[in-house]
């Protein structure tokens, strides 16, 4: 019976303390369809708040009481029955699963079944037993809590008794396949759905079986039959690849339905490439010659894990199916503006279909590797006001490539990727979409990811309209429903070496959290980040780093960024770096308007964080840094601080270190610039709290901080203008920070083009101006360095009363040039636009002097021209006509030196033929002896620059080579001789170049009597030439021509008659007597004419007829 006595206080009081600790035994785990039904009586609770326990019973049972069991095997139970009594009618029991408590209050867990009020009993003694199937299967033991609730909010007394429940299994209709593979070899096509029957499955090798493998849903309590026999679930089924060869499969689930599923069995030729064209045809092959036309067509028919590609011809192709992308698949169209994709699936926002639902994407593939997407837009945009769901869904990828593509327009997400590794994606758009459900949690971004490895990101362009995140990780929103898509909150969202640079991300519209929180350009919620760089990028809205750090390396570098937040419009409101995970380092940003530019909204104390060398500019927000829960080893140094009228809360603006009651420790706040340049002076202060418990601790260094117009803080504190330029922030030459060793930040080292969003000229007069030189050539603002000769614009800008920068009129600026340590004024010369030309050395200050909206205000910079470059010295070599070949000269040559400076007076030249002795150059430098030679000159300017010194060869040859013979002139050789006549060239200057001597080794008797020449010639390298001629003559006399007779007779008897004749003839010749000799020569020429042919041959006795006529005159 339902009965309590005493308050609600006093009940809760006592059962808090009357806590048991039972665990009840083990419910049993079914390992087959025979699973008996499990009853658990409510007394054997573990845990309790707010009930009283009775002996067969629980009682007393109020709104927010709870009552827990321990160790509940769920395992294959579909239904939990309740027997219980229920007063109220607004009352319901919830049956939480994994829930944690803390004795009073329990939070989290799982909701795996509701109990809604019966009709109620005053008395609460009529049970009724209630059948609840569970919202959620589960397998394993688990805590389960039974939480009692009033429908309508608040407490409610008196709800009634909880007497048993008890877990069983309704029989399941399941009858489906969860899977089904079919190996290496093959491919299903269209890829396995559980709900599509009839399969193709494609063979491309020639193998005489697949493995065909199917896997029911309702494992172990439906089977399986593979063409009337049973099969072992999971277990492959060998089936043959001939053509048309076929498996039926059926599924019976455990009440005895029935589904059954067709494989057969096509052979196909692999192709490398599988085309897709408006004019072709779902029918053709897939060839270049036989194109498909639909991209879904395509994503059914090509083969899984062969490297191949489809690609896609130019064209808008409509899509009402989207494409379920084999693994191993590349996809290619004809250009981002050629190839369009518009899938017509929408995102319903209704129901179950509000989670990710990677179906409904236009591409979707899961484990994939080696592939690329490029050059193809995707567009979302079905209707003016229907969008479709999703662009590309990848999951479990590798080695990837993403680029050139443009994703627009879609309800839910352009991009989602996760678990993958080895990827870059570049070069590409990505617009208008993002989702916003109806808890703003359940956002989601333009390109959306998680778990992501070695993953680069760059040259992206995104805009987001709707208030959803540009790029973000899938926080824990997208981890609550459905349960079956995200088991748990580590889900795939960890980032390992992860880079992201040359980003353009804009989320224009404000999102839908309080306070006017817009929407966030990158966001990495929950998530492990390790190594991660953001560099290089103009953002419009944060960065949310609100992640964690495992391991204790740097988790996040966020460099050479711009947050640009334009306060009239609604992203004024933006803070720029929200960093919750530890270890990380911001530097060389500029950050403009907005709130807090870098944030910690969490309580927890943050360690090594490094903030450095940034421009805070205009921040409108209470805090510069906003941690809650304080810092811990942290720096904050050399960064420039700009404040003006536009900070909301003067008295809270500070930095803040710590909130909550926490404390700071290990911080240094050094080398900073605090500047003030609104009209309000002295604002705010440079380091405050929100509690009075908060501090700073004592190991805390603040130092060397310069102040303007604001509260000085800590040691070396100094309070003056720090002279900085407005529009590039660096140091004026004069500029106190100098001496005081903070290093300046500038636009050059932010290394982006910064738009700093001028100011309207609204007729007020100017406060401040600055003159500093658009072409930067010092490393000191206000300090010119140029050489003769250089120009560059001067820049004027200024600030107004309001202390924004605001661009000077040219027609409101006038310049002034003033010589300095004697230097002539007219070294510049500085027209009305501001150019400024270097025309000789010397040191002079510019002044610009601007009057505008009756005020005058001046600035000026000091310019150094300075002759830096060394001169410059020719030299040429005269008279043309001296040149020979090969650079040499054949005549005599002179070298004349000419030198040119940048200043107006001439250097002063010398030059050496050996390199160490130096003479002054006056006149040209004759060279009339043939040699080789090196003419060293150099030149000195006025300024002491000196030239390195150069080199010029000069050889001269004027020589014509020698021939010389190995004869005299004149040399005599007889008939019987051998001639033998050669020459050789020399050249003592520049060598031989070529040379013309023939050997003659020649016998004399075949040469011509009397006088003979020969001739031998030779050129040098420096193209001189000599020809020479040697005279010889051939000779005959008695003696010779007997020799030459023995020599050619060849029988003796013949030899001896003929030298007789010859000595009788030369006996007469010596005597005087020409008679006889000839008549003695007559009977020699007789015998040869006998013997001609015999014992000598005619051509000899021919030659030797002739010598003897020669003899005989």
């Given at each position: 019976?339902?009965?309590?006595?005493?308050?609600?206080?006093?009940?809760?009081?006592?059962?808090c303390?009357?806590?048991?600790?039972?665990v009840?035994g083990?419910?049993?785990?079914?390992?087959?369809?025979?699973l008996s039904?499990?009853?658990?009586?409510?007394?054997t609770?573990?845990?309790a708040a707010?009930?009283?326990?009775?002996?067969?019973y629980?009682?007393?049972?109020?709104?927010y009481?709870w009552i827990?069991?321990?160790?509940v095997?769920?395992?294959?139970y579909t239904?939990?029955a309740?027997?219980?009594s229920i007063v109220?009618?607004?009352a319901?029991?919830?049956v939480?699963?994994d829930?944690t408590?803390?004795?009073i209050n329990?939070?989290?867990?799982?909701?795996?079944?509701?109990m809604?009020g019966?009709?109620?009993?005053?008395?609460?003694?009529?049970?009724s037993?209630?059948k609840?199937?569970?919202?959620?299967?589960?397998s394993?033991?688990?805590?389960?809590?039974f939480?009692?609730l009033?429908n309508n909010?608040g407490?409610?007394p008196?709800?009634g008794n909880l007497?048993?429940?008890?877990?069983?299994?309704?029989p399941?209709?399941?009858a489906?396949?969860?899977?089904?593979?079919?190996g290496?070899?093959?491919?299903?096509?269209?890829?396995?759905t559980p709900?599509?029957?009839a399969y193709?499955?494609?063979?491309y090798d020639?193998?005489?079986?697949?493995?065909?493998?199917?896997?029911v849903?309702?494992?172990?309590f439906?089977?399986?039959?593979?063409?009337g026999?049973?099969?072992?679930?999971?277990?492959?089924?060998p089936?043959?690849?001939?053509q048309?060869?076929?498996a039926?499969v059926?599924?019976?689930?455990?009440n005895g339905?029935q589904?059954?599923y067709t494989?057969?069995v096509?052979?196909?030729?692999?192709l490398?490439?599988?085309?897709?064209?408006?004019?072709g045809?779902d029918?053709?092959?897939?060839?270049?010659?036989?194109?498909w036309?639909?991209?879904s067509?395509?994503?059914?028919?090509?083969?899984?894990?062969?490297?191949?590609?489809?690609?896609?011809?130019e064209?808008?192709y409509?899509e009402n199916t989207?494409?379920s992308?084999?693994?191993?698949?590349?996809?290619?169209?004809?250009?981002m503006?050629?190839?369009?994709?518009?899938?017509?699936?929408?995102?319903d926002?209704?129901?179950?279909?509000?989670n990710?639902?990677?179906a409904?994407?236009a591409?979707?593939?899961?484990d994939?590797?080696?592939?690329?997407f490029?050059d193809?837009?995707l567009?979302g945009?079905?209707e003016e006001?229907v969008?479709?769901?999703?662009g590309?869904?990848?999951k479990?990828?590798?080695?990837l490539?993403?680029?050139?593509?443009e994703m627009?327009?879609?309800?839910?997400?352009g991009?989602?990727?996760?678990e993958i590794?080895?990827?870059k994606?570049?070069?590409?758009?990505?617009?208008?979409?993002?989702?916003?459900g109806?808890n703003?949690?359940?956002?989601?971004?333009?390109?959306?990811?998680?778990k992501?490895t070695d993953?680069?990101m760059?040259?992206?362009?995104?805009?987001?309209?709707r208030?959803?995140d540009?790029?973000?990780?899938?926080e824990?929103g997208?981890r609550?429903?459905?349960?079956?898509?995200?088991?748990?909150?580590d889900?795939?969202?960890?980032?390992y070496?992860?880079k992201?640079y040359?980003?353009?991300?804009?989320v224009?519209?404000?999102g839908?959290?309080?306070?006017?929180?817009?929407?966030?350009?990158?966001?990495?919620?929950?998530?492990d980040?390790?190594?991660?760089?953001?560099?290089?990028?103009?953002?419009s809205?944060?960065?949310?780093?609100?992640g964690k750090?495992?391991?204790?390396?740097?988790?996040?570098?966020?460099h050479?960024?711009q947050?640009?937040?334009?306060?009239?419009?609604p992203?004024?409101?933006?803070?720029?770096t929200?960093i919750i995970?530890?270890?990380?380092?911001?530097?060389?940003?500029?950050?403009?308007?907005?709130?807090?530019?870098?944030a910690?909204f969490?309580?927890?104390?943050?360690?090594?964080?490094?903030?450095?060398?940034?421009?805070f500019?205009?921040n409108e927000?209470?805090?510069?840094l906003?941690?809650?829960?304080g810092?811990?080893n942290?720096?904050?140094?050399?960064?420039?601080?700009?404040i003006?009228d536009?900070l909301?809360?003067?008295?809270?603006?500070k930095?803040?270190?710590?909130?909550?009651g926490?404390?700071?420790?290990?911080?240094?706040?050094?080398?900073n610039?605090?500047?003030?340049?609104?009209?309000?002076?002295?604002?705010?202060?440079f380091i405050g709290?929100?509690?009075?418990?908060?501090?700073?601790?004592?190991n805390?260094?603040?130092?060397n901080?310069?102040?303007?117009?604001?509260?000085?803080a800590?040691?070396?504190a100094?309070?003056?203008?720090?002279?900085i330029?407005p529009?590039?922030?660096?140091f004026?030459?004069?500029?106190?920070?100098?001496?005081?060793g903070?290093?300046?930040i500038?636009?050059e080292?932010?290394?982006?083009?910064i738009d700093?969003?001028?100011?309207?000229?609204?007729g007020?007069?100017?406060?401040?101006i600055?003159?500093?030189q658009s072409a930067?050539?010092?490393?000191?603002?206000?300090?010119?360095?140029l050489k003769?000769g250089?120009?560059?614009?001067l820049?004027?800008?200024g600030?107004n009363?309001d202390?924004?920068?605001?661009a000077?009129?040219?027609q409101?600026i006038t310049?002034s040039?003033?010589?300095?340590?004697?230097?002539d004024?007219?070294?510049v010369?500085v027209?009305?636009?501001?150019?400024?030309?270097a025309l000789?050395?010397?040191?002079?200050?510019?002044t610009?002097?601007?009057?505008?909206?009756?005020?005058?205000?001046?600035?000026?910079?000091?310019?150094?021209?300075r002759d830096l470059?060394?001169?410059v010295t020719?030299?040429?070599?005269t008279?043309?006509?001296?040149?020979?070949?090969?650079g040499w000269?054949v005549?005599?040559?002179?070298?004349?030196?000419?030198?040119?400076?940048d200043?107006?007076?001439?250097?002063?030249?010398?030059?050496s033929?050996d390199?160490?002795?130096?003479?002054?150059?006056?006149?040209?430098v004759?060279?009339?002896v043939?040699?080789?030679y090196?003419l060293?000159?150099?030149?000195i300017?006025?300024a002491?620059?000196?030239?390195?010194?150069k080199?010029?060869?000069?050889?001269?040859?004027q020589t014509?080579?020698?021939?010389?013979?190995?004869?005299y002139e004149?040399a005599?050789?007889h008939?019987?001789?051998?001639?033998q006549?050669?020459?050789?060239?020399?050249?003592v200057?520049s060598?031989?170049?070529s040379?013309?001597?023939?050997?003659?080794?020649?016998?004399a008797?075949q040469?011509?009597?009397g006088?003979n020449t020969y001739?031998g010639?030779a050129?040098?390298?420096a193209?001189n030439?000599?020809?020479s001629?040697?005279?010889?003559?051939?000779?005959?006399?008695?003696s010779?021509?007997?020799?030459l007779?023995q020599?050619?007779?060849?029988?003796?008897?013949?030899?001896?008659s003929?030298?007789d004749?010859?000595?009788?003839?030369?006996?007469?010749?010596?005597?005087?007597n020409p008679?006889a000799?000839?008549?003695q020569?007559?009977a020699?020429?007789?015998?040869?004419?006998?013997?001609?042919?015999k014992?000598?041959t005619?051509?000899?006795?021919?030659?030797?007829?002739?010598?003897?006529?020669v003899?005989?005159?």
């Amino acid at each position: 019976m339902f009965a309590r006595a005493g308050s609600r206080l006093g009940i809760k009081s006592l059962i808090c303390s009357l806590i048991v600790s039972t665990v009840i035994g083990v419910l049993g785990t079914p390992a087959s369809a025979a699973l008996s039904p499990t009853r658990v009586e409510a007394e054997t609770y573990t845990k309790a708040a707010g009930v009283v326990k009775q002996p067969t019973y629980v009682g007393f049972i109020d709104g927010y009481d709870w009552i827990r069991y321990d160790n509940v095997d769920l395992t294959n139970y579909t239904d939990l029955a309740v027997y219980a009594s229920i007063v109220k009618a607004n009352a319901k029991i919830d049956v939480m699963m994994d829930a944690t408590d803390d004795g009073i209050n329990i939070s989290g867990g799982t909701k795996i079944a509701m109990m809604a009020g019966t009709t109620p009993d005053p008395n609460a003694t009529t049970y009724s037993l209630r059948k609840l199937p569970l919202m959620f299967k589960a397998s394993g033991k688990h805590t389960l809590y039974f939480r009692f609730l009033n429908n309508n909010g608040g407490t409610l007394p008196g709800i009634g008794n909880l007497d048993w429940f008890e877990l069983s299994r309704t029989p399941s209709s399941e009858a489906s396949l969860k899977q089904v593979t079919v190996g290496q070899q093959a491919s299903l096509q269209p890829a396995f759905t559980p709900n599509s029957t009839a399969y193709t499955v494609v063979v491309y090798d020639d193998v005489p079986i697949v493995e065909l493998t199917p896997q029911v849903t309702d494992t172990g309590f439906a089977n399986i039959s593979i063409n009337g026999a049973q099969q072992v679930d999971g277990a492959p089924y060998p089936l043959p690849t001939a053509q048309a060869s076929s498996a039926v499969v059926t599924v019976t689930a455990e009440n005895g339905n029935q589904k059954v599923y067709t494989f057969t069995v096509e052979r196909r030729q692999l192709l490398s490439t599988y085309y897709v064209s408006l004019q072709g045809t779902d029918a053709g092959d897939g060839s270049a010659q036989q194109p498909w036309k639909t991209l879904s067509y395509a994503c059914d028919h090509v083969p899984t894990n062969r490297g191949v590609t489809i690609q896609l011809a130019e064209g808008t192709y409509e899509e009402n199916t989207t494409c379920s992308l084999p693994s191993g698949v590349s996809i290619a169209g004809a250009g981002m503006t050629k190839t369009i994709i518009k899938p017509k699936v929408t995102h319903d926002m209704n129901g179950a279909a509000w989670n990710y639902d990677d179906a409904k994407f236009a591409i979707h593939v899961r484990d994939t590797a080696n592939v690329s997407f490029h050059d193809f837009k995707l567009d979302g945009k079905i209707e003016e006001t229907v969008r479709a769901h999703g662009g590309l869904f990848i999951k479990k990828g590798e080695n990837l490539l993403i680029h050139d593509v443009e994703m627009d327009d879609f309800d839910f997400s352009g991009l989602w990727m996760t678990e993958i590794s080895n990827a870059k994606l570049y070069n590409s758009v990505f617009l208008k979409k993002g989702f916003i459900g109806e808890n703003t949690w359940n956002r989601t971004g333009n390109v959306m990811f998680g778990k992501l490895t070695d993953v680069d990101m760059h040259d992206l362009f995104v805009r987001e309209d709707r208030g959803a995140d540009g790029i973000a990780t899938m926080e824990y929103g997208w981890r609550q429903q459905p349960y079956n898509q995200f088991p748990n909150q580590d889900w795939y969202i960890d980032l390992y070496r992860v880079k992201m640079y040359n980003l353009d991300v804009d989320v224009r519209q404000k999102g839908l959290w309080g306070n006017g929180q817009p929407g966030i350009a990158i966001e990495l919620w929950g998530t492990d980040i390790n190594d991660v760089e953001i560099s290089h990028s103009i953002f419009s809205d944060n960065l949310s780093m609100a992640g964690k750090n495992s391991n204790g390396t740097q988790s996040v570098r966020i460099h050479h960024n711009q947050f640009l937040a334009d306060p009239a419009g609604p992203n004024g409101y933006t803070y720029s770096t929200e960093i919750i995970s530890p270890f990380a380092e911001i530097d060389h940003n500029y950050f403009h308007n907005g709130y807090y530019p870098i944030a910690d909204f969490s309580s927890d104390t943050k360690e090594g964080i490094r903030v450095h060398h940034n421009v805070f500019d205009h921040n409108e927000g209470i805090d510069f840094l906003h941690f809650r829960g304080g810092l811990k080893n942290s720096q904050f140094t050399n960064n420039v601080v700009i404040i003006g009228d536009n900070l909301r809360d003067f008295d809270k603006g500070k930095l803040a270190f710590a909130t909550l009651g926490k404390v700071s420790d290990g911080l240094v706040v050094k080398n900073n610039i605090f500047q003030n340049v609104g009209k309000i002076t002295n604002q705010g202060t440079f380091i405050g709290h929100f509690n009075a418990t908060d501090s700073l601790g004592s190991n805390n260094i603040i130092d060397n901080n310069l102040f303007d117009q604001w509260k000085e803080a800590g040691t070396n504190a100094v309070s003056k203008d720090p002279l900085i330029s407005p529009d590039d922030f660096r140091f004026r030459f004069d500029s106190p920070a100098i001496g005081m060793g903070i290093e300046q930040i500038n636009t050059e080292d932010i290394g982006l083009p910064i738009d700093f969003r001028w100011a309207e000229l609204t007729g007020q007069p100017v406060d401040r101006i600055w003159l500093n030189q658009s072409a930067v050539q010092s490393d000191v603002p206000g300090l010119i360095d140029l050489k003769v000769g250089e120009s560059l614009d001067l820049k004027v800008t200024g600030r107004n009363e309001d202390g924004y920068v605001i661009a000077i009129p040219q027609q409101s600026i006038t310049y002034s040039v003033e010589g300095v340590i004697g230097s002539d004024p007219s070294v510049v010369n500085v027209d009305g636009s501001g150019k400024l030309q270097a025309l000789d050395a010397g040191i002079v200050k510019v002044t610009a002097i601007v009057t505008l909206n009756g005020s005058t205000r001046k600035s000026a910079v000091y310019v150094t021209v300075r002759d830096l470059n060394p001169p410059v010295t020719t030299a040429q070599l005269t008279p043309d006509s001296a040149a020979g070949l090969n650079g040499w000269f054949v005549k005599p040559v002179n070298v004349v030196l000419s030198a040119t400076d940048d200043a107006k007076r001439p250097p002063a030249t010398t030059y050496s033929l050996d390199g160490m002795n130096w003479q002054p150059y006056t006149q040209p430098v004759p060279f009339t002896v043939d040699g080789d030679y090196t003419l060293h000159y150099r030149s000195i300017d006025m300024a002491g620059n000196t030239e390195a010194a150069k080199s010029l060869a000069i050889k001269l040859d004027q020589t014509k080579p020698t021939v010389t013979f190995s004869v005299y002139e004149g040399a005599v050789f007889h008939v019987d001789q051998i001639v033998q006549i050669s020459c050789s060239a020399t050249d003592v200057t520049s060598g031989i170049a070529s040379s013309s001597c023939p050997s003659l080794n020649q016998p004399a008797y075949q040469l011509a009597l009397g006088a003979n020449t020969y001739t031998g010639t030779a050129v040098d390298q420096a193209g001189n030439a000599e020809s020479s001629v040697l005279h010889y003559t051939i000779a005959v006399d008695f003696s010779s021509l007997l020799r030459l007779t023995q020599a050619f007779v060849t029988k003796e008897d013949v030899a001896v008659s003929l030298a007789d004749k010859l000595q009788a003839a030369a006996v007469s010749q010596e005597s005087g007597n020409p008679t006889a000799r000839n008549n003695q020569l007559s009977a020699y020429q007789h015998l040869l004419s006998a013997q001609s042919g015999k014992a000598l041959t005619s051509e000899k006795a021919a030659i030797l007829q002739q010598y003897a006529d020669v003899l005989k005159q």
